[in-house]
Every structure is written in structure tokens, then in C-alpha cells.
């Protein structure tokens, strides 16, 4: 995974994106992402309490978030939104798994698994459990958060795979992130041509056409870039 371009450093692991760009490539709100990352106050009766971040950042002088960061977020928002699970519970996951296994970045594991209705990390023990209820109505949603993400041979997450809001087939890998291509740019994966060159040729008045002629791309593989990088606006 090192590249000489990255000075022996992970390219997964180095600050690329800002709040807003990975906002936009998880489809989640700026609020709630920021309050992931950075953490929060909130107003209680007897004044103010700190919701502390659940997400680190590569280096605390550069606001900007790793692609490993991208997948945390990604991970949590499954666990949180889909799975309705408290803070807590995810909290002391975290901790458990840094404390007694060793395990500093829990959610970037290949070892997060879902199964038979229950949020587990298999190799360690660790288990939340869910109704038969929960199970059965949102299965399918948390997995298509987690298939999204592909791990490497050493269990660590190295792609992550977005969903165009124009997308008809949600299993196809069309955009994809990936820190060694492009500088972790989101790209169309087959020509590896960014998704924002495309957008930025269609606002200029391109038909669609010649611009998948040009690229050797399907009208509908341009459409889908196009549609991604306008969620943002």
C-alpha cells in the first residue's frame, strides 16, 4: 500500500478530504459528521455539556480527514442511524477494544461483522443485541453501508464505493475512492477519470454524449458522476 510519493507514509491514513467533501462522498450531514470528528457541546439544564468526538483525525493541526477516517464515519453511521444503537454502547465499544485487545481502530476492522441479528466483532467478543424486528427490517441497509467498503489482506480498509443519487443498480461499483488513485479523488473506476472533470465539462454546456464518447464511458456512468458531484451544491 506505501507509495515513494507519500514519503513512506500510508496513503489511507494521510489528510485529504475537507468536512464538506466527505460529507458529500458518505451522503451524510456536515452537522453530524462534524460532530464525529471534531465533538460537540449541547445545552443541559445545569449548563452545557461536551459530546466528545468518536473519530481521530491523522493530525490534529490539519482539520482535514484520512480516507480511513471516510470509513469510520461510514461504519458509525451504520451502527448509530441503522441499528439504533446509543452513543455508549459505541463508546465503550471503542474503548473495550483499545483497552483489552489492542485495537485502536475499531471501525476500519475487517472483524465488524453483522450477523443473525446481532453487531458483533467476531474475533473478540464484543456484542450488541438487536430484536428480531430490528433484524429483519434493517439487515439490508446496514450491509449495503458495510459491502461498500473493500478490505485488504491485511484486514484493513483500502476502497470505498459511494452510491450516485442517479444510480439504478445499487451492487454496481461505478465511483470509487481510493487513496492510491488519483490522490483519493472520486473517480469512474473502469477509466479512473474523476468524477469532478466530468461534472465540471458537463456545466460547461457538454452533451452527455460526447462526453461518454470521449471518455469510452456509458451515458449513464457520466450521468451518475455528474449526479454525485451535484449532491454537494
Request: aromatic share 8%; hydrophobic share 40%.
Amino acid at each position: 500500500m506505501k507509495e515513494d510519493i507519500y514519503g513512506d507514509r500510508d496513503p489511507r491514513d494521510i489528510p485529504l478530504y475537507t468536512l464538506g467533501t466527505g460529507a458529500r462522498i458518505l451522503s451524510l450531514s456536515l452537522a453530524t459528521l462534524s460532530s464525529w470528528i471534531v465533538g460537540r457541546s449541547y445545552p443541559v439544564r445545569d449548563g452545557k455539556k461536551r459530546f466528545e468526538a468518536l473519530i481521530k483525525r491523522p493530525e490534529k493541526s490539519d482539520p482535514r480527514l484520512s480516507f480511513l477516517n471516510l470509513v469510520e464515519a461510514n461504519v458509525l453511521w451504520a451502527i448509530r442511524q441503522v441499528h439504533q444503537i446509543p452513543m455508549a454502547k459505541v463508546r465503550a465499544a471503542q474503548v473495550a477494544a483499545e483497552r483489552h485487545y489492542g485495537i485502536d481502530r475499531l471501525f476500519i476492522r475487517q472483524e465488524l461483522l453483522a450477523g443473525a441479528g446481532k453487531l458483533f466483532l467476531e474475533k473478540y467478543g464484543q456484542l450488541v443485541e438487536l430484536t428480531n424486528a430490528q433484524q429483519y427490517a434493517l439487515r439490508a441497509i446496514f450491509y449495503d453501508r458495510l459491502e461498500r467498503v473493500v478490505h485488504d489482506q491485511g484486514h484493513l480498509a483500502s476502497q470505498y464505493w459511494p452510491i450516485s443519487p442517479t444510480q439504478r443498480d445499487r451492487s454496481e461499483r461505478v465511483i470509487v475512492v481510493d487513496p492510491r488513485i488519483s490522490f483519493g479523488r472520486p473517480v469512474i473506476a473502469k477509466r479512473g477519470i474523476s468524477t469532478a472533470a466530468i461534472s465540471d465539462r458537463a456545466d460547461a454546456g457538454e452533451p452527455i454524449s460526447e462526453i461518454a464518447a470521449d471518455y469510452d464511458l456509458e451515458e449513464r456512468e457520466v450521468g451518475d458522476a455528474i449526479s454525485f458531484e451535484r449532491l454537494a451544491a
